[in-house]
């Protein structure tokens, strides 16, 4: 309960671009959309189609060659569909099965269902776009939600804050370099003895000097951290002069968070199974032709709070003190 309290105490406030199209959500929402894919080969994967993938199997999945496909999701037969759910329910006390792609195939094929798709390249990226848009649904539809986890190390309290996108539009709306669906992004809050010290928003991933400030170089309001999130592709920065190295002049947009219209739902927590074991990727690359080799480690949709895409664990994770470069 302490610990809560704490999160909610000090959970950032996020402000957004005007033009911005996506928000944080709750991750089943995206997962109910979503296919989860096994790579075999360049050409080749096995997939789990919607609405058959549920957050809890994402455990069953632990290797960096799954990857879940939100706006180019292809149905198949319901029955043979179904088949393979019911597969997933027995052996969910047998989480080794699926450990490795081979034994996925074999436990399929001998189920008769569909094992090889070769997927086109997306040659309509505008229609990619505007089916991730109908998947999401606004923020009518979903309350923003983030993730966190909390960490006590040499006198430190260090709260971390994890938001989910479901899709990163920076090139086909905003002017940037690519796009790709799913995103995670985060912010870090270091107590010392108690008390607010030092914040990191990570702005992709980095960390160290160059991302941390002092709590008295925030922005703040009471006691929320201000977040400044560059548009389409979600990088998170301390003023609004700073958002602008991505994408273009920041212009306010919607503010989410304590005090605003858009209001948290219930903070989720990350100590679950989902989040300590699936390696894989939170969505499909979009912007060249060999989207769904995984073979690319450094770029395209990210991997969950605690991996990196070759399987390692985040330094955010494994130590975030040596992160913040304050170790």
């Known amino acids: 309960m302490e610990d809560i309290a704490l999160v909610r105490k000090y959970e950032p406030i996020l402000r957004f671009h005007h033009d911005e199209n996506f928000f944080p959500i709750q991750v089943e929402n995206y997962l109910s959309k979503c296919s989860l894919h096994v790579i075999k080969d360049k050409n080749g994967v096995m997939r789990i189609p919607p609405p058959h993938v549920a957050l809890d199997d994402l455990a069953l999945f632990s ?3 799954h990857f879940l496909v939100y706006a180019d999701r292809e149905e198949v037969d319901e029955a043979e569909a179904q088949k393979l759910r019911n597969l997933i329910e027995r052996q969910k006390n047998a989480k080794g099965l699926f450990d490795l792609p081979e034994a996925i195939e074999e436990a399929i094929a ?7 798709h070769a997927f086109k390249p997306f040659s309509m990226p505008g229609e990619i776009f505007e089916q991730a848009k109908a998947n999401y649904g606004g923020l009518s539809q979903q309350a923003p939600t983030y993730y966190y986890r909390v960490t006590h190390t040499d006198g430190y309290t260090m709260l971390q804050y994890w938001f989910f996108y479901p899709y990163n539009d920076f090139h086909f709306s905003h002017g940037g370099s690519n796009d790709h669906e ?7 809050v270091y107590l010392q003895e108690g008390e607010p010290a030092y914040a990191v928003y990570a702005s992709h991933g980095g960390g160290g000097e160059e991302h941390r400030r002092t709590w008295d170089e925030l922005t703040l309001f009471d006691t929320h951290p201000v977040v400044y999130v560059a548009a389409g592709s979600h990088g998170s920065y301390f003023t609004p002069e700073l958002a602008p190295v991505e994408t273009k002049e920041f212009r306010a947009g919607k503010t989410i968070g304590p005090g605003s219209d858009y209001p948290y739902a219930a903070p989720q927590s990350l100590l679950v199974d989902w989040c300590e074991d699936y390696q894989g990727r939170w969505g499909a690359r979009q912007w060249d032709r060999p989207i769904y080799e995984i073979g690319d480690s450094k770029g395209g949709p990210p991997t969950g709070p605690k991996f990196n895409r070759d399987g390692s664990i985040r330094i955010a994770w494994q130590d975030p003190l040596v992160y913040a470069d304050l170790k």
């Open 63 to 65: 290797t960096t060659n």
């Open 110 to 116: 001998a189920r008769s269902i569909e094992v090889l």
């Open 182 to 188: 799913g995103d995670w992004e985060n912010v870090i």
